[in-house]
């Protein structure tokens, strides 16, 4: 009955879609019976040389030099990183993988479980109790470690990591017949294997015009992997990042390979994906559709080579420019202070291509979108120094450009109100010893919502150079449920969850047996300040809303004050906050000392509320990469039988005499003094009414 629920489900478009799909399917599997590999035409012409397409590489000594000269360090580590790779020594995620004398490019390289070498769709929804986590056979298959050997023959010209590529490429296309394995199941990883293979030949360009054998091969494949993209666009399956980057893989093969006979269709069909996907995907205020930064992240880096991509062809789409930098600005502003992303919703731990040092950096493609655009406003927001990624796309002329550009102007405030999505940051500057904190009370996400956390009100507090209060982040995918479950649940994030039960409740990998959704959000800024106001609907069939209000301080403090009404009584309350790397110590009543292990400086968190509570401090973890799991602490303040209405404060400063001065009084009037000044905070019944500063009120 599911089935037929499901059938009736999809509109007339989609059933004719997947009906076509299935015809495919069956086609493919009887010829992966018989052995049998798609004619792509004639044998390859004499030309099989991959164009080059972007100009770092067209004008190879000039970028080399100017590459050796800004970024000296790149070059060591894609050196020592290749080294290791000559010995099947492999970076994945935050690992290096010693694969011993043979590459198995079937095998989840952690739980050493092995994905069987049959037809492809058959795996489709494959145990991981069988094969492991395919993350991890794909990630592997992705090849991103290529560009390093690229890298350190350019840096070098020394042939050994010639030899390497070369053998590790052929190594997987013997592994790998054609639509057997794994590794052809998902058409977003045969785009980002072929992206990295093309990306890495053009480093080897001359070798690789003295080997024709090799180039027969690498072009056959990379001829069959278009045509399976091409004909399992991921239209419904995962029309997200999945299929802006199948959409990218068939504009790079195809025009790499401009003599294979269906390229232009290829590159059209890539171009007319892209274009109409940024409309649909990309908010208004630049948000990603799907809530998770990290796949924001992924979308700025394919519409940023989409952008360098056809700009060598015709200009870019209508409006394409405008919503490309509203994309790049927002993720930028609101990133933490190192410039780093904040892990909100799920993160998978890749990338499309490893041309920065930093996969979580965001800078570098601003940078990058700065010089290429000639936007000034950009520039500003990415610092003085040319970044590594955008030398690489747009070679030595974008550092020129770069140059010229203004890059001293000062926005009015840094902070980022992003209504459509829902992020709400407030931050000092954009210095990395700034302070900083960004909120969540956007919708779960889109569809499905697959990519979600159950992180409403959820926030991150970052200042003078650590990360003190942070976002768990995503160990795995499909790994563990229970770990899966755990990371994305409401009672791992730095919100309310009440009787035990998270805000949504997930049903499989990425789905979900229910979504809350917020019901209010808004801020007011002013200078150096800030204040955001929220409300969501996750526990009203229970009797109980959650209201935050998060009153930002400039350097010197910040205020969560959360209102809980409770119109049936409930067993059970629990305040989260989950801290970095570092120490807490309990130093007074409800009062906490956390020592960052970035840079062992102190900061201070203090609670105070009007009914009794308990904290807690629990040795935890956080996933700052997928597979990685650091420990952290979490401190945690939990109530018993809720019956009347709460209001809990948490405060949060560098200042222990500051925060240890203040008080809630009766008449709900916080009140607390240092350093001869002075601060009031009035509440009102659902958020903060007037704020004070030695006397004077600030108009929020």
Same mark, same amino acid.
């Given at each position: 009955m ?7 489900s ?12 299935e ?10 019976r018989n052995?049998t590999?798609?004619n792509?035409g ?5 030309e ?8 770092s590489?067209r ?8 590459w ?5 360090? *790149?070059a060591?580590?894609? =050196?020592? =990183?290749?080294d290791?790779?000559?010995?099947n ?12 004398? !043979?590459i198995?490019?079937?095998v989840?390289?952690?739980?050493r479980?092995?994905a ?7 795996? %489709?929804?494959?145990?991981?109790r ?5 993350k991890?056979i ?6 991103n ?12 010209g020394?042939k050994r ?13 013997e ?6 394995g794994i590794?052809?199941e998902s058409?977003i990883?045969l ?6 293979w ?5 480093f ?16 056959a494949?990379?001829?069959t %992997?278009?045509?399976h993209?091409?004909d ?7 029309p997200?990042t ?7 893989g068939?504009v ?9 006979p ?6 059209a069909?890539g ?5 109409r996907e940024l409309a649909?995907?990309?908010l ?5 559709f ?13 519409y940023l080579?989409?952008l360098v ?6 200009r870019?789409a209508?409006d394409?420019?405008?919503?490309i @930098? @509203?994309?790049?600005? !927002?993720l930028v ?6 410039g ?14 490893h ?6 950096a965001?800078?570098?493609a601003?940078?990058?979108a700065?010089?290429?655009?000639g936007?000034?406003?950009l ?6 120094a040319y970044?590594?990624?955008?030398l ?5 002329a974008g ?5 010229k550009?203004n890059?001293?102007?000062?926005r009015?405030t840094?902070h980022?109100i ?7 940051c407030f931050?000092t500057?954009?210095g ?13 996400g ?5 990519h979600?956390h159950?992180?409403l009100?959820?926030?991150?507090? +970052?200042?003078?150079?650590?990360k003190v ?8 995918y ?7 479950d ?7 994030h730095?919100?309310?969850? =009440? ?5 949504? =409740? ?5 789905k ?6 917020? @019901? !209010?959000?808004?801020a ?5 300040c800030?204040l955001?106001?929220?409300? !969501? ?5 229970i009797?109980c809303?959650?209201?935050r209000?998060v ?16 119109a ?16 807490l ?11 960052s292990?970035?840079?062992? @400086? ?14 807690a ?8 990469d997928?597979?990685r799991?650091? *420990?952290?602490?979490?401190?945690m ?16 400063g ?8 203040f008080?809630?009084?009766g ?11 002075? +601060?009031?905070?009035r509440?009102?019944?659902e958020?903060?009414d007037?704020?004070f500063?030695?006397a004077?009120?600030?108009q929020?």
């Open positions: 599911a089935a037929v629920g499901r059938l009736r999809l509109t007339p478009e989609e059933l004719v879609f997947r009906l076509a799909e015809l495919r399917f069956a086609r493919e599997r009887a010829a992966a052995g590999v798609p792509m004639d044998q390859p012409p004499d099989t040389v991959p164009r080059i397409l972007f100009v590489l004008e190879p000594e000039a970028s080399r030099r100017l050796l000269e800004l970024f000296p360090e *790149s060591r580590e894609s =050196i020592m =990183i290749s290791q790779i000559l010995r020594r492999l970076p994945l995620f935050s690992d290096v993988v010693d694969f011993g004398a !043979h198995d490019w079937h989840d390289y952690r739980s479980k092995r069987p070498l049959t037809f492809y769709r058959d795996l %489709h929804r494959v145990d991981p069988a094969v492991g986590d395919t991890n794909w990630e592997l298959s992705r090849q470690f290529l560009l390093h050997l690229g890298k350190a023959y350019f840096a070098t020394e990591y010639y030899e390497k590529w070369k053998e590790i490429i052929l190594s997987w296309i592994s790998n017949p054609y639509n057997l590794n052809w058409s990883e785009a980002i294997r072929g992206i990295n093309i990306w890495s030949s053009w080897f360009i001359e070798e690789l015009k003295q080997d024709p054998a090799l180039r027969e091969v690498l072009y494949a990379l001829s %992997h278009a045509r993209i091409h399992h666009l991921s239209f419904y399956f995962s997200n999945h299929l802006t980057c199948e959409a990218l068939l790079y093969i195809g025009a790499s390979f401009p003599s294979i269906s390229a232009s269709r290829w590159v069909r171009f007319d994906i892209l274009e649909r995907q990309v208004d205020d630049g948000g990603y799907e809530m998770a930064t990290y796949y924001h992240k992924y979308t700025i880096d394919s080579q989409y991509l056809r700009e060598g062809r015709e870019w209508p394409a420019e405008s919503k @930098k @509203k994309l790049i600005t !927002h502003l609101t990133a933490e202070p190192d780093t992303i904040p892990l909100i919703g799920d993160s998978d731990g890749g990338e499309l291509l041309l920065g040092r930093n996969k979580r965001v800078r570098g601003c940078c990058a700065a010089a290429l655009l936007d000034s406003e520039a500003s927001l990415c610092g003085d970044a590594e990624e955008a690489w796309l747009l070679g030595t550092f020129e450009t770069f140059g550009l890059r001293n102007a000062r009015a840094y980022s992003n209504r459509a999505s829902g992020i709400f931050r500057g954009m990395e010893r700034d302070a900083y904190v960004v909120i969540d009370c956007g919708l779960h889109w569809r499905t919502c697959g979600a159950a992180d009100l959820s926030f991150e507090w +970052y200042c003078d150079g650590a209060v942070v976002d768990p982040g995503t160990y795995t499909k790994g563990s449920r229970q770990s899966r755990a990371a994305r649940s409401s009672q791992r730095n919100t309310i969850t =009440i009787d035990g039960v998270s805000q949504s =409740i997930p049903g499989d990998t990425f979900w047996k229910t979504i809350a959704r917020p @019901k !209010h959000a808004t007011r800024t002013f200078e150096r800030g955001f106001e929220g409300e !969501h609907d996750a526990y009203e069939a009797g809303r959650h209201r209000s009153l930002f301080l400039d350097t010197e403090l910040t205020v969560v004050v959360d209102f809980v009404k409770v049936r009584p409930r067993a059970s309350l629990l305040s989260n906050l989950q801290f970095g790397e570092g120490t110590e309990r130093i007074g009543a409800h009062a906490y000392r956390f020592i292990a970035r840079n062992s @400086k102190s900061y201070y968190v203090r609670f105070m509320g009007t009914r009794d509570f308990d904290t401090v629990e040795e935890s973890e956080i996933y700052p997928y597979n799991a650091v *420990s952290a602490p979490r401190l303040l939990t109530e018993r039988d809720l019956r009347v209405d709460q209001v809990i404060v948490t405060l949060l560098t200042d222990s005499a500051l925060l240890q001065s008080n809630l009084g008449d709900m009037v916080l009140k607390g003094s240092a350093a001869e000044r002075g +601060y009031e905070i509440l009102a019944p958020g903060i007037t704020v500063i030695d004077k009120a600030l929020l």
